[in-house]
Structures are given as C-alpha cells and as structure tokens.
Nanobody, 120 residues
Framework: VQLQASGGGLVQFGGYLRLSCAASGSIRHIVVMGWYRQAPGKQRELVARITQSEEINYADSVKGRCTISRDSAKNAVYLQINSLKPEDTAVYYC???????????????WGQGTLVTVSS
C-alpha cells in the first residue's frame, strides 16, 4: 500500500495551498484519511482528518480557513488551507488508517511528506 501526495511548494503569505493524496494497493476499506504537519523543531501535529462517514476534525490553528474532503471512489483525500501564514510552513504528511484485502485489523500508513513554505 502507498500514499502518494502532491501539491505544496513555495506559496505566498495570504495565499492558499491545495494538497492531494491518493492511496493505492489492495485496499479493502479506508477508515479515515487525513493530513498532519511537522514544522522545524516541533512535533508532528494533526491538521485535519475525515472519516468514512465524513466526520471531520480540524486543528484549532486552521479552523475557519481549512477544508478537507475525500473521494472514496479514488481513495483520495484533499486539503485546502486559505489565508496562509508563515506558521503554516511545515512538511505535510498524508495519513490513512485502512485495511488491505489481506488484513484482519486496520493499519496506519503515512505518505512521504511534502514541504510547504509560506513566504512573507
């Protein structure tokens, strides 16, 4: 199983970013997909996540300017953050809790990370 993320890069203060992530492999079921981020010198933190029933959680730091969505048919999740601030600079990681066709229990999978740098 693999999570392939795209998007990110250098973005301007006040602009927006849009990240995409697609899971591939022998997937039977995805429980939840989401995005985490890790800024330099800080711990990895949840940005947003969405469950199979479309329940959504956002970090307080992005509430009101962040939208997460998923396309179950494509095993994909999307993240958009508007009104970007320098403190949004971080490596963003796609995350999924899912079951493969061979699994008896869910497993957690991480994408490779994509750097987002907000320029002031």
């Amino acid at each position: 199983v693999q999570l392939q993320a795209s998007g990110g890069g250098l973005v301007q203060f006040g602009g927006y970013l849009r990240l995409s992530c697609a899971a591939s492999g022998s997937i039977r079921h995805i429980v939840v997909m989401g995005w985490y981020r890790q800024a330099p010198g800080k711990q990895r933190e949840l940005v947003a996540r969405i469950t199979q029933s479309e329940e959504i959680n956002y970090a307080d730091s992005v509430k009101g300017r962040c939208t997460i969505s998923r396309d179950s048919a494509k095993n994909a999740v999307y993240l958009q953050i508007n009104s970007l601030k320098p403190e949004d600079t971080a490596v963003y990681y796609c995350n999924a809790v899912l079951m493969l066709t061979s699994d008896f229990a869910p497993r957690q999978v991480w994408g490779q990370g994509t750097l987002v740098t907000v320029s002031s």
